[in-house]
């Protein structure tokens, strides 16, 4: 993955620091769980350590919710950002601009024994329109 990213960033031309949306739980760059990439395998990894290490720049790494949600938001009162197709149902909760720890809402559940993701997300959108056959 790491090698993935570092090929992408490198179409990109200079840069002077790095800002990485993980579809997962992350905190303070380290990855807590990823459903959608298996956590067994990500569960615990210094994701943005590893990153800032291999190109010597200051990284931050946070949940993709998060980071996406700092691009839409007003920066007044609370607000929730939430995206049902990206690799789940994706939100984020911020107040004053300021992020509150990330919930990772997609895992819940929300009807029947159906979690967020599987009732609104990616997964339920490509069985509705027919392309998850």
Do not use: C
């Amino acid at each position: 993955m790491i090698a993935a990213i570092d090929s992408t960033a490198g179409r990109l031309g200079a840069f002077d620091r790095v800002s990485v949306g993980f579809p997962g739980a992350v905190r303070r760059g380290r990855v807590l769980t990823a459903p959608h990439l298996g956590t067994e395998l990500w569960a615990g990894f210094d994701l943005q350590a590893a990153l800032a290490k291999r190109w010597k720049k200051p990284v931050r790494v946070m949940n993709d919710a998060d980071v996406q949600g700092f691009g839409a938001i007003r920066g007044k009162g609370v607000e929730m950002v939430a995206d049902a197709r990206s690799t789940g149902f994706g939100t984020a909760i911020f107040n004053d601009g300021r992020i509150m720890p990330h919930l990772e809402w997609a895992h819940h559940p929300v009807r029947g024994n159906k979690t967020y993701d599987e009732y609104v997300g990616n997964a339920a959108a490509d069985i509705e329109d027919g392309s998850n056959n």
